[in-house]
């Protein structure tokens, strides 16, 4: 079954009782059983529902995995993968992350006895010098957030392997129309749902995929223990929006491509991070793992001065001021001091995230009408 295919017909099947074409809303905490045990495969909605299973299995199938399993968000879902560890374990993380996962790990699982030491995720040599016994899981974004570096999956999966270690991958600014890492040697996918593959910013929700056996038994059991599942309502939007992923994200792609030139060339601009552009210092490993480059861009000013990137963010029309990203709109944001605020200052300018840094999730608007946006707002700065 071929990408396009798989989102609209993987994982689901008419409703057998009236023939629906589309996924029920199971609405329901509980399922009558003829006997103790002795049930259709669901006896209560946090343990599986039949909306969610539908999904789970849709998502399972795009990213070329075995097992699927929803969350009421993302960091739903990287607090289940983080509790696979225990107290004293140690995490290589990425430097360049979404602050809510930095926020997550620094301030939840490390005062829990779990440490994590974030690096540069260019250097090989650097990252297995951080290896030791305590070591028990890599975790990268890639393309990551907010600087769109890319990270080499399959380098990545080499040192996993050799030392046994659980491997992350949040795909979320990718999706798997344009990035598949399980098929690159990862362990675990993880997505924020919320974004492209919903698709229209209209649901929180978060997912994490797999492969393994014995990694999709533990997930699961965490995943009923703590119970941080979403309803059927959430499961049949996301369900809803990925029939559309490969068409929009066709969209995004094109846009990003067209808004990332016309940045690149703009005098008040310093550096546009876009891994499309031949100048990215990551070009050629996007063009090895991905099958295209995205709708997200950053970029920074000339000058930078805070005053003029809050003038920018402050005088679009099409690009909308909010958090977030991945919707059919175009959104524009000021990670320093919106969705990265929670790292500090010192940690992120360290990285680029610089007080100008501002980042555009592009959506699948006239491109024409985006770019003459853009130019409008940076008029409004001398």
Known sequence: MKFGTKTIHAGQKPDPTTGAIMTPIYQTSTYVQKS??????????????????????????????????????????????????????????????????????????????IKFHFTGMNSIEQIESLVNSKTKMIWAETPTNPMLNIINIKELSKISSKNNLI????????????????????????????????????????????????????LYFLQNS????????????????????????????????????????????????????????????AKSQMDDFGGMISFDLIGNKLEDAIK??????????????????????HPASMTHAAIPKVEREKTGVVDTLIRLSVGIEDVEDLIKDLQNALNKIS
């Open 226 to 285: 703590c119970g941080g599942v979403p309803g059927p309502q959430d499961s049949f939007l996301i369900l809803r929006g990925i029939k559309t992923l490969h068409v929009r994200m066709q969209r995004h792609c094109e846009n990003g491509k067209a808004i990332a030139k016309f940045l690149e060339k703009h005098p008040k601009i310093n550096n546009v991070y876009w891994p499309g552009l031949k100048n990215h210092p990551n070009h050629a490993t």
């Open 312 to 333: 920018i963010v402050s005088n679009t029309h099409f690009f909308t001021l909010a958090e977030s990203l991945g919707g059919v709109e175009s959104l524009i944001g």
């Open 36 to 113: 103790p045990g002795d049930h259709k495969g669901y006896e209560y909605s946090r343990t599986g529902n039949p909306t969610r299973k539908a999904l789970e299995d849709n998502l399972a199938a795009l990213e070329n995995g075995k097992y699927g399993l929803c969350f009421g968000s993302g960091l739903a879902a990287v607090d289940c993968i983080i509790k696979l560890l225990q107290p004293g374990d140690e995490v290589i993380s990425t430097n360049d992350l979404y602050g809510g996962t930095y926020r997550i790990f620094t301030k939840v699982f490390e005062r829990l006895g």
């Open 167 to 218: 491997f992350v991958v949040d795909n979320t600014f990718a999706t798997p129309y344009l990035q598949r890492p399980l098929d690159l040697g990862a362990d675990i996918v993880m997505h924020s749902l919320t974004k492209y593959m919903g698709g229209h910013s209209d649901v929180v929700m978060g997912a994490a995929i797999c492969k393994d056996d014995k990694l999709a038994e533990q």
